[in-house]
């Protein structure tokens, strides 16, 4: 619709046009009140940042009904959580299911993690890894991690050292900080110590304060010439497949 194009240029802005978040909301809740569900979906996100939820999750409830697939998955994390609307944990199950069964990556995660907690549904270690695996192969970084710690440890997949560690690459290549430091581990392990370098720089600007210790025990062992080619890689480093994501938005 042409007011959610206009709304992207001023919340980004982009294509000639200054950054402006007020037009950009107003843009949105245009296109929403002519029944757009990218645009509920839009000005939901811009009014949950603001700190309306509750305005927010009636936006996220509309798209939701009219099968919008991210309005499902935001519709049920406020659900879940309670936020800008009542707790029911179980109704957000219902609309997570849905967006997960529609390919939605978060809601496949999400869907994950209250399977493997226990949260409005009854506790499924298998079935919690069987949606981590759908999120992962969309490349949804906390679901290739939390997909490698299954296999590593066996809750509900068989026990598979090589497919854990091939998910934790793939985790740490995507940008995740607590996989980018198991990855160091397994690079140091490895042999590799510019690699384990690389990996451990960016797991501690990721956040990582684990990270701080090793990075330490690490550097007494290379060379000036080593900490500088791990120090260039590391500030050069892109996630692989990097993709926008917002925690409740399409824009």
Not at 25 to 41: I, P, Q, R, S, Y
Not at 131 to 138: D, F, G, S, V
Not at 154 to 170: C, E, I, P, Y
Not at 176 to 192: F, T, V, Y
């Amino acid at each position: 619709m042409h007011l959610v194009h206009w709304g992207k240029k001023y919340k980004h802005g982009t294509h000639g046009e200054a950054r402006n978040p007020r037009k950009a909301l107003d843009c949105f809740l245009g296109g929403a009140e002519k029944g757009c569900a990218a645009a509920m979906v839009d000005g939901g996100l811009m009014l949950w940042e603001r700190g309306d939820k509750a305005e927010a999750v009636r936006w996220y409830k509309q798209a939701a009904e009219m099968g919008d697939r991210v309005g499902q998955t935001n519709l049920a994390i406020a659900l879940q959580s309670g936020e800008g609307t009542e707790r029911q944990p179980r109704e957000a199950i219902r609309w997570f299911k849905l967006a997960a069964d529609g390919g939605n990556d978060r809601a496949q995660y999400s869907l994950a993690l209250s399977y493997q907690k226990g949260i409005g549904v009854e506790q499924d270690a298998g079935r919690a890894a069987y949606w981590y695996n759908r999120a992962a192969r969309l490349e949804n970084r906390r679901a290739m991690y939390n997909l490698a710690l299954c296999y590593q440890d066996g809750v509900g997949v068989r026990k598979d050292r090589a497919l854990s560690r091939s998910w934790m690459r793939r985790a740490a290549a995507a940008g995740h900080a607590r996989a980018q430091l198991e990855r160091a581990r397994l690079a140091e392990e490895e042999g590799n110590t510019t690699e384990a370098l690389v990996y451990c720089n960016l797991a501690m600007e990721g956040g990582s304060r684990e990270a701080e210790a090793s990075l330490v025990s690490l550097t007494s062992h290379l060379s000036d010439r080593q900490l500088l080619v791990a120090a260039q890689r590391a500030e050069a480093w892109q996630p692989a497949g990097r993709r926008k994501r917002q925690r409740c938005s399409r824009a």
